[in-house]
């Protein structure tokens, strides 16, 4: 197989790349995957004309070469294990306990993850999904998930919040700029969105006060300790298909 080089999105590398699953195999992630990136998942118009989006194909799963060796192997064992656990509970929860036609969310109560682990997952998801010449700008973020017992996380620079998703989507939108009309003002928000089944995320840049509506804000774990087990009792949204569309109503550009 032809040799993949580039820079690591994770170390700033500049060296052989290797395919990094987003999500990790074990969470829905092993067979061939359609999935959405960028200005397709705000496509509007062909969302209200019923027009269909377009996917890319992918033969080995949903991902692409954006880590070192590595990276991939230290976020495997450190951080990939932990969110795969979290992700199938979800979706035994969305598959097994309850009614999705009826549900509007979940409650999740449980004292046997550990969380920080789940977010330096997510986090790394992000940089794998986002240019790679944005990946280079988050340098702290980096760091933070270069050191597995880092716990020092800017949480007015950033703040990452969560939803459930109703159908089977993986897509991701890469950092963009949504211009979006509150209490009659436009509003910019500099995000990043993974819709990675059964979960989405939303990682926001400089963030407003007021939180996304129906999404659940998790950034007070970033400041866990790796090896600290968190006792979880949330409440999070499940949203329809192309979930990042219920702001369709407020979205502008």
């Not at 890469?174 to 969105?193: P, Q, S």
Request: net charge positive.
């Amino acid at each position: 197989m032809k040799e993949r080089r580039g820079i690591c999105h994770l170390c700033g590398k500049y060296t052989e790349l290797t395919f990094e699953h987003v999500p990790p195999k074990s969470a829905n992630n092993k067979e061939r995957a359609r999935l959405l990136t960028g200005k397709e998942i705000f496509d509007t118009k062909k969302l209200s004309t019923g027009k269909s989006l377009r996917y890319i194909n992918r033969q080995q799963g949903a991902g692409n070469y954006t880590l070192c060796r590595e990276c991939n192997n230290n976020t495997g064992d450190w951080y990939a294990k932990e969110y795969i656990k979290f992700a199938n509970e979800i979706g035994y929860i969305l598959t097994n306990e309850i009614d999705m036609k009826k549900a509007k969310g979940i409650g999740l109560d449980s004292d046997k993850l550990y969380f920080q682990r789940i977010i330096k997952q997510i986090l790394c998801m992000f940089l794998s999904t986002i240019q790679p010449e944005y990946a280079m700008q988050f340098k702290d973020i980096r760091e933070y998930v270069l050191n597995k017992d880092e716990i020092k996380f800017d949480t007015n620079k950033y703040r990452i919040s969560m939803y459930l998703l109703k159908k089977y989507e993986i897509s991701h939108s890469g950092v963009m700029a949504l211009l979006i009309k509150d209490n009659g003002k436009a509003v910019i928000r500099k995000v990043a969105i993974m819709n990675l089944y059964p979960i989405g995320f939303i990682l926001e840049i400089n963030p407003p006060d007021k939180e996304m509506d129906d999404t659940t804000n998790i950034t007070k774990f970033t400041t866990l300790k790796y090896e600290e087990l968190q006792k979880v009792v949330m409440k999070f949204s499940i949203t329809e298909k192309y979930s990042l569309h219920n702001f369709t109503k407020k979205f502008i550009k």
